[in-house]
């Protein structure tokens, strides 16, 4: 089969295809034929060395990515969820050796859950990692209830975009803060408020909030701790809460915490339920070829993509 094998940590020209056999389930496996795949700032991070680098480097060959929409084409013996030629999406192994940069992925059964009819393998492969991330934030963590106030950074991005549609059908008032480019953009996925971070400081306009997911990190989270109220949460995605921060937090009587997304079968289930009556869209802002799917890391790398990228096989 085709893979993509990182060679060494550091730039997109480490990304390098390669034949590889064709991976054997286990019995609690399912073999995949990968359609789609998509990039995250993790895979970005973890191919310059940072991200989940350390976990990972005493791997070889090493294989990146972790989220995949496919067709099962095997299953292992102790499977009883899934058969051939099922139509399956899900975030595989993260955090660890997701393997997703490949024709064919095994994935424990745990993690998968039976693709939406009305969505296409582009759309089901971005709202894996994404989608899990802003559901377990708001769902397992937050526990958000109709009537608490979210803020949402980045509300445009791949994280945000889940972010905001999720909350808003939990109920809550959803302020998301993006670039003006992306207010149309934040307003129609259902926000009620956007507040451009350029021209504005969201800590002077932002109030009395339950909730904030931040997906930015470093100054962005002593800032967001001035909105939070007593009792509320403020939850960082991408480099966790610095000590000092979490006593800071803690000082004001707000839960702060750093959040690891994991993969959940029962969670991918939940998401493909909010997709297949779409009560929640992915909007996927650019796709790549598997053989250019270096430029799709570049194209991460921006920081500035509306959405989802992705990549198909």
Not at 54 to 61: A, C, N, S, Y
Not at 77 to 90: K, P, R, Y
Not at 127 to 147: E, F, N
Not at 190 to 206: L, R, S
Request: proline share 2%; hydrophobic share 40%; net charge negative.
């Amino acid at each position: 089969m085709k893979a993509i094998v990182l060679k060494d940590f550091g730039g997109v020209e480490n990304l390098v295809e390669a034949v590889l056999d064709k991976p054997v389930v286990k019995e609690n496996e399912v073999l995949v034929q990968v359609k789609a795949i998509s990039i995250n700032p993790v895979d970005v991070k973890t191919r310059a060395g940072k991200g989940m680098s350390g976990r990972l480097k005493e791997i070889d060959p090493l294989i990146i990515g972790w989220d995949i929409s496919g067709v099962v084409v095997e299953t292992g013996s102790a499977v009883t969820g899934f058969a051939a030629g099922d139509e399956v999406f899900g975030m595989v192994n993260f955090p660890g050796h997701g393997r997703a940069y490949a024709e064919y992925v095994t994935t424990p059964e745990a993690h998968l859950a039976l693709k939406p009819a009305n969505i296409s393998h582009d759309e089901a492969a971005a709202a894996t990692l994404a989608a899990l991330t802003a559901y377990q934030a708001l769902v397992s963590q937050a526990k958000i209830k109709a009537g608490d106030k979210v803020l949402v950074h980045s509300a445009a991005g791949g994280v945000g975009h889940y972010t905001v549609q999720i909350a808003k059908h939990l109920g809550a008032y959803v302020i998301g803060t993006s670039s003006a480019e992306n207010k149309d953009f934040v307003l129609a996925l259902g926000a009620d408020e956007h507040i451009d971070y350029k021209n504005q400081k969201f800590e002077e306009v932002a109030k009395d909030i339950d909730f904030v997911l931040d997906t930015i990190g470093g100054e962005n989270i002593d800032r967001s701790l001035e909105v939070v109220k007593k009792g509320g949460t403020l939850i960082s995605i991408p480099s966790g809460l610095a000590e000092s921060v979490t006593e800071k937090a803690k000082t004001k009587g707000i839960n702060g915490f750093f959040f690891l997304v994991h993969s959940n079968g029962e969670d991918m289930k939940s998401i493909a339920d909010l997709l297949s009556k779409g009560i929640i869209k992915s909007h996927v802002a650019k796709t790549f070829t598997f053989e250019n799917l270096g430029q799709a890391h570049t194209q991460v790398e921006t920081g500035k993509t509306r959405g989802k990228v992705v990549v198909t096989i």
